[in-house]
C-alpha cells in the first residue's frame, strides 16, 4: 500500500509540474520568402525545426505560468550559401564581414491573460566570428542560436520579476 501512495504521490508531481511549466509557441511567416534560407526544401524545414528547438530550450528558463508567443517574419543566416561545380548541395561560406546573421520577429509575453511584455526585433550578431561562443563548432546554427539566447537573456529575461 505505502508503494502505490509513493507511485500517486509522484504522479500528482508530476502533474502538477506540468501545468506549471513555462510554455513557448513559435510562428514562421511565410518561411519560403525569408531572405537567406538554405534551397533545398529539406534543409530550410531542418533549419527552422532546430531554431524552434533552440526557443523551446530557452523557454524552459521562463517562470512557472509565462507563456512566450513568437513570430518569426524573416532570417537572414550568418555567412552567405554558395554552390559548389561538381557537388549536389551548396556550401555556406562565412567571411565574418557584412554577412552576420539577422532575424526580424515579434513577441508576447503572457502570463494569465495578461501581457508582460511585447514587442517587434530585428536580431543581430554583426560581431558573430569575433565573439565566445558556447555552441559547438560543429553546430551549423551556432550564431543564430548565440543571437537568439543574447535576445532572450536581455529582452524576455532581463527584467524579469520572480513570481513564484
Not at 510562428?27 to 525569408?34: A, G
Not at 534560407?37 to 534543409?43: L, N
Not at 508567443?69 to 555567412?79: E, N
Not at 495578461?114 to 569575433?130: I, P
Amino acid at each position: 500500500m505505502r508503494l502505490q501512495a509513493r507511485s500517486w504521490l509522484a504522479a500528482a508531481l508530476l502533474a502538477a509540474a506540468g501545468t506549471a511549466s513555462a510554455g513557448i509557441t513559435v510562428d514562421y511567416v511565410k518561411p519560403d520568402e525569408f531572405m537567406d534560407m538554405p534551397r533545398s526544401q529539406q534543409d530550410r524545414e531542418r533549419v527552422l525545426k532546430e531554431v524552434t528547438r533552440h526557443f523551446n530550450d530557452l523557454a524552459k528558463d521562463l517562470p512557472a505560468g509565462q507563456e512566450l508567443k513568437v513570430t518569426v517574419t524573416d532570417i537572414d543566416l550568418a555567412g552567405r550559401e554558395e554552390p559548389r561545380r561538381w557537388a549536389i548541395d551548396d556550401i555556406r561560406i562565412m567571411r565574418g564581414g557584412a554577412d552576420w546573421p539577422t532575424m526580424k520577429l515579434s513577441y508576447t509575453l503572457e502570463q494569465g491573460g495578461q501581457v508582460l511584455r511585447s514587442g517587434e526585433e530585428t536580431l543581430k550578431n554583426m560581431m558573430y566570428q569575433q565573439r565566445i561562443n558556447r555552441y559547438s563548432s560543429g553546430d551549423p546554427l551556432r550564431y543564430e542560436k548565440q543571437m537568439i539566447e543574447d535576445w532572450f537573456q536581455k529582452a524576455i529575461l532581463g527584467s524579469q520579476v520572480s513570481q513564484k
